[in-house]
């Protein structure tokens, strides 16, 4: 077997174009995906059975069927309503890069409703009450305290659901994108160096999620800041009745 140094040179620049189509499917759905989420887990977050039962069975849908049948219903499945033909959003619909967005959007919807739903019910009960005992109101709490507060929280998993999307964009390529992998694959079909193409888009991937993962890196550090406070030792000579025994623990 011979390496075929040369072609992956020569196609490189359109491996690039593939990974910027793949990088904006990410970023566009993600940023639709934040938008759905955050009142999703809210409602899922309720007391209430009949405010929660409906984002329920939503995420229990998406996170239950697989992100390449999602695609194709959105794909193929669309197209078979006659409605949706003649509707205003059958120009957006018969078009696969928006049929990809949608369908990537509803998918880490779904998955990011239920990290904020944990970080939610993971926030200290006393934050939230010392916020009730100031008198805000519950819109200001949630946009003050619970929002803020739960998106520190999930910030670590909702970095894994970011790469994990960046996987999954790969199924862009089963409904004619040229995103990475399609790119990659059309090349391979030109020039018969599978090994060689499938190597370097790996390097590609794994170039942008080195990206993705130094980003929230730095959004955990400045969400979570106080965890990275060091602590002062306490004075051997301060009063004893000023010291806490909680601190001089630590």
């Given at each position: 077997?011979?390496?075929?140094?040369?072609?992956?040179?020569?196609?490189?620049?359109?491996?690039?174009?593939?990974?910027?189509?793949?990088?904006?499917?990410?970023?566009?759905?993600?940023?639709?995906?934040?938008?759905?989420?955050?009142?999703?887990?809210?409602?899922?977050?309720?007391?209430?059975?009949?405010?929660?039962?409906?984002?329920?069975?939503?995420?229990?849908?998406?996170?239950?069927?697989?992100?390449?049948?999602?695609?194709?219903?959105?794909?193929?499945?669309?197209?078979?309503?006659?409605?949706?033909?003649?509707?205003?959003?059958?120009?957006?619909?018969k078009q696969p890069y928006w049929c990809a967005i949608i369908a990537f959007s509803l998918n880490t919807a779904a998955?990011?409703?239920?990290?904020?739903?944990?970080?939610?019910?993971?926030?200290?009960?006393?934050?939230?009450?010392?916020?009730?005992?100031?008198?805000?109101?519950?819109?200001?709490?949630?946009?003050?305290?619970?929002?803020?507060?739960?998106?520190?929280?999930?910030?670590?998993?909702?970095?894994?659901?970011?790469?994990?999307?960046?996987?999954?964009?790969?199924?862009?390529?089963?409904?004619?994108?040229?995103?990475?992998?399609?790119?990659?694959?059309?090349?391979?079909?030109?020039?018969?160096?599978?090994?060689?193409?499938?190597?370097?888009?790996?390097?590609?991937?794994?170039?942008?999620?080195?990206?993705?993962?130094?980003?929230?890196?730095?959004?955990?550090?400045?969400?979570?800041?106080?965890?990275?406070?060091?602590?002062?030792?306490?004075?051997?000579?301060?009063?004893?009745?000023?010291?806490?025994?909680?601190?001089?623990?630590?």
């Amino acid at each position: 077997m011979t390496w075929e140094w040369d072609v992956i040179w020569k196609y490189f620049p359109r491996l690039l174009e593939g990974a910027w189509l793949t990088m904006e499917l990410v970023l566009i759905s993600g940023l639709i995906g934040i938008a759905l989420a955050i009142p999703l887990s809210l409602m899922r977050a309720s007391k209430r059975p009949w405010i929660k039962a409906l984002p329920f069975a939503y995420i229990y849908f998406f996170r239950g069927t697989p992100l390449l049948v999602q695609i194709f219903l959105v794909y193929y499945g669309a197209s078979q309503f006659e409605a949706v033909r003649e509707s205003f959003l059958w120009p957006m619909l018969k078009q696969p890069y928006w049929c990809a967005i949608i369908a990537f959007s509803l998918n880490t919807a779904a998955y990011s409703a239920e990290l904020f739903r944990s970080a939610i019910q993971a926030i200290p009960t006393g934050e939230v009450e010392a916020a009730e005992a100031m008198g805000m109101s519950k819109a200001i709490q949630i946009r003050r305290i619970i929002m803020p507060r739960a998106f520190g929280i999930a910030l670590p998993a909702y970095g894994n659901e970011v790469i994990l999307m960046l996987k999954g964009s790969a199924l862009a390529s089963t409904i004619t994108l040229l995103d990475l992998t399609g790119m990659a694959r059309t090349i391979i079909a030109r020039t018969y160096t599978p090994l060689e193409m499938f190597l370097a888009a790996g390097v590609v991937y794994l170039a942008i999620s080195a990206l993705i993962i130094a980003l929230f890196r730095f959004m955990e550090y400045r969400f979570n800041r106080y965890q990275y406070y060091h602590h002062t030792e306490t004075p051997a000579d301060l009063d004893p009745l000023l010291r806490d025994p909680h601190i001089d623990q630590k």
